[in-house]
Structure formats: structure tokens, C-alpha cells
């Protein structure tokens, strides 16, 4: 089964230093792609990064980062100098090369504080 | 348009009766998915739609949940006698399927059942 799990319910960091949000996925694909999306209250879901599972370097976007680590099956994002318009909901997802279910975890709530 | 638009944005119905909600994927786009997504909680996957493929209706939680792609393009989701557990919002994504670059979003529709 085709699974994504958020372990942080909730997490709190302040303006300008970096948090790390965690996630851990299970599939029986060996090819794959792993996708970090943004939900800030306005409800719009809004990629923050992409990684494809074949490719062994960690993605970057800007400020973003995973550390992808294949064999344990976790992709964690890396938010660098937090801005308070970082603060939103971040879900985790996976989903199989060339198409397939696309599946989230539960998601973690994430709080810039000035 | 450019985006995945959803209609309507808000519905507001009375337990038991039926509800159609409407999805216009971006064009080119083969893959469609539908996910719902109660209060402060994650998308729960409903049902993912593939070129002309049969979809894959695993999620869909009972058979009052119904969905259909037309011509490969617009696709409702219905929900029949609803009920009160139903009120969340659905969410409507379209990706293009052979590129697996990013699933855009709908705004979504907020459904309250009363």
C-alpha cells in the first residue's frame, strides 16, 4: 500500500532561523516522485518542491530543501530564513512515475513568529 | 481559463438530499484527481481519474459517493442523500500525467451539510 505520514502535527518557528518538517512514505514502486505542497488559509494548494525518486540529489527551491534519503523512505523539507508568509499548512505527498495515486499525509501545521 | 476551477465555491444543503460538485481540469491534463479534506485535517484521497482508463475508485468512502469524467475533461463528483459527516471541502486537482511535474489545484468547495 501507498502510504505518507507527518509525524508533527504542529511547529512553531521564528522569523529568520530554519525549521525542519519530516516526512516518511512507504511504496512498493521503485519509480517515483515525492512533492512537498504549501495550503496557506487562503485554501490554495501551492507546490513548494519536487523530487523524483531516481535522482540521488537532494531537490532545491530558493529557500526550500529536502533531504531525500531513498533507503529509509524519508523526505524531510528544509524551510531556510523563515518569512512570516511561510506560515501555512505542509503536506507531504507521493505519487508513482508516469501517473497514479497522488497521496498526503496528514499534513503539519507550521507558524512563522516575528 | 488557466487554472482547475471548482464550482460552486460553497454549498450549503439539507441532510438527505443530493449534491453535485463540478470539476474543469486544465486542458491537456489527463490525470484528475478529487480529495476531501475536513476541518484542519488532511486530503483524504476519493478518486483518481486516468486518460481513458478505468479510475480508480478506492477512496471513495460509500456508494452515496459518485464521480465522472466526460470526454476526458470535466468531471462531478456526486454525493447522494448526504449527511452531516459529509460537510468538508473537496478539493479538485489535475496533473499531466507522462511529465509528473505538479498536480494544480482547485479552489475547492466548501459543502455544508444542515
Known amino acids: 500500500a501507498q502510504t505518507v505520514t507527518q509525524s508533527q502535527p504542529e511547529m512553531s518557528v521564528q522569523e529568520a532561523e530554519t525549521v525542519t518538517l519530516s516526512c516518511t512514505y512507504d511504496?512498493?514502486?521503485?519509480?517515483?516522485?515525492l512533492f512537498w505542497y504549501k495550503q496557506p488559509p487562503s485554501r490554495q494548494m501551492i507546490l513548494v518542491i519536487r523530487?523524483?525518486?531516481?535522482?540521488?540529489q537532494n531537490a532545491t527551491e530558493n529557500r526550500f530543501s529536502v533531504n531525500f534519503q531513498k533507503a529509509a523512505k524519508s523526505f524531510s523539507l528544509k524551510i531556510s530564513d523563515s518569512q512570516l508568509g511561510d506560515t501555512a499548512m505542509y503536506f507531504c505527498?507521493?505519487?508513482?512515475?508516469?501517473?497514479?495515486?497522488?497521496?498526503f499525509g496528514q499534513g503539519t501545521e507550521l507558524s512563522v513568529k516575528p | 481559463g488557466a487554472g482547475v476551477s471548482q464550482s460552486p465555491s460553497n454549498k450549503v444543503t439539507e441532510k438527505g438530499k443530493d449534491v453535485e460538485l463540478r470539476c474543469d481540469p486544465i486542458?491537456?491534463?489527463?490525470?484528475l484527481y478529487w480529495y476531501r479534506q475536513s476541518l484542519g485535517q488532511g486530503l483524504e484521497f476519493l478518486i483518481y481519474?486516468?486518460?481513458?482508463?478505468?479510475?480508480?475508485k478506492s477512496g471513495l468512502p460509500s456508494d452515496r459517493f459518485s464521480a465522472e469524467r466526460t470526454g476526458g475533461s470535466v468531471s462531478t463528483l456526486t454525493i447522494q442523500r448526504t449527511q452531516q459527516e459529509d460537510s468538508a471541502v473537496y478539493l479538485c486537482?489535475?496533473?499531466?500525467?507522462?511529465?509528473?511535474?505538479?498536480?494544480?489545484f482547485g479552489q475547492g468547495t466548501r459543502l455544508t451539510v444542515v
Open positions: 523530487q523524483e525518486a531516481y535522482k540521488q
Open positions: 481519474f486516468q486518460g481513458n482508463s478505468a479510475p480508480d
Open positions: 486542458s491537456g491534463h489527463t490525470a
Open positions: 486537482a489535475s496533473m499531466q500525467d507522462r511529465l509528473n511535474t505538479e498536480a494544480f
Open positions: 505527498a507521493s505519487c508513482k512515475n508516469q501517473g497514479g495515486k497522488l497521496i
Open positions: 511504496t512498493s514502486e521503485n519509480n517515483y516522485y
